[in-house]
Nanobody, 117 residues
Framework: QVQLVESGGGLVQAGGSLRLSCAVS????????MGWYRQALGKQRELVAI???????KYADSAKGRFIISRVNAKNTMYLQMSSLKPEDTAVYYC???????????WGQGTQVTVSS
């Protein structure tokens, strides 16, 4: 069993920055792709960024140039550095991890990010 716990969300003014963390615990062996997703009120969950175990990254257009995803495999931790935040970035942010050895996908409980104008 794998558990994901996000932290670092909060209230920030437009133009500000936040750093989200996702800590992986439990049977974290062979965690492959990891990613950040977000869900705004009344909207579907959407991809923000993903990072493979190799370190390759992919970003949603809305995140390019403002967000940076990273991971420290030795610590089983993933980060999302968010800068130049906009009110439309307001959402619950979730981390996701794919474990190839089990075929399972795991989600965290989410952390709220609110950007005020």
């Amino acid at each position: 069993q794998v558990q994901l716990v996000e932290s670092g969300g909060g209230l920030v003014q437009a133009g500000g920055s936040l750093r989200l963390s996702c800590a992986v615990s439990g049977s974290a062996y062979r965690i492959d792709d990891m990613g950040w997703y977000r869900q705004a009120l009344g909207k579907q969950r959407e991809l923000v960024a993903i990072i493979r175990s190799s370190g390759r990254t992919k970003y949603a257009d809305s995140a390019k140039g403002r967000f940076i995803i990273s991971r420290v495999n030795a610590k089983n931790t993933m980060y999302l550095q968010m800068s130049s935040l906009k009110p439309e970035d307001t959402a619950v942010y979730y981390c996701k991890a794919d474990q190839s050895i089990s075929g399972w996908t795991y989600w965290g409980q989410g952390t709220q990010v609110t950007v005020s104008s």
